[in-house]
């Protein structure tokens, strides 16, 4: 499990705390002020508590608003960024009408505001690309499926482009 912590994100929270006055409840003592998320391969998980929510989009790529939102679209209300260099607000607003939705994607490392009408978890592709590995063996010249017979002693992952870089070329049996 990744934890992070966002200080500008903090310093967000505070002026969206301000600025929001008492409907806002994300903050609470016993929980952190920003979400804790967990990552596999391909998907990043955050825990999201019913009010509002102040998270980390951690994906690789910019998502569409609709996509980066799908598994939590049945409770989720609104999502808002606060631009610094405008100073404004842009939100999305969940199955309302367009004119009401100016934030239309969620990038890399911005912070949101979500707000849920449970506790929910939120789950969202990571899309990170996905190494092409081979594997070589310090004496061959050829590179390899993980397995082959022809992989024995020593061997390494590498990836694929580097191997042919080093004139390695594909094994004829594993054909990787
Ligand atoms: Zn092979």
């Not at 607000?89 to 994607?105: N, V, Y």
Request: with cysteine; charged share 15%; aromatic share 10%.
């Amino acid at each position: 499990m990744k934890r992070r912590g966002y200080l500008p994100l903090l310093m967000v929270s505070i002026a969206v705390g301000l600025v929001l006055g008492g409907t806002f409840h994300c903050i609470s003592t016993k929980r952190d002020a920003v979400a804790a998320e967990t990552q596999d391969s391909q998907n990043i998980t955050t825990q999201l508590f019913i009010g509002w929510n102040l998270v980390a989009f951690s994906s690789a790529k910019p998502l569409p608003i609709d996509e980066a939102l799908l598994s939590i679209s049945n409770v989720c209300i609104s999502a808002w960024e606060y631009d610094a260099s405008t100073s404004d607000w842009h939100r999305h607003i969940l199955g309302g009408p367009a004119f009401l939705s100016d934030l239309h994607e969620l990038n890399p490392n911005h912070g949101y505001w979500l707000y849920v009408t449970q506790d929910c978890i939120w789950t969202y592709p990571s899309q990170q690309p996905i190494p092409d590995l081979v594997y070589i063996t310090k004496t061959g010249t050829k590179y390899h499926r993980q397995g082959c017979q022809y992989l024995w002693g020593s061997s390494g992952a590498i990836e694929r482009s580097e191997a042919i870089k080093l004139d390695y070329t594909a094994c004829s049996v594993c054909n990787p």
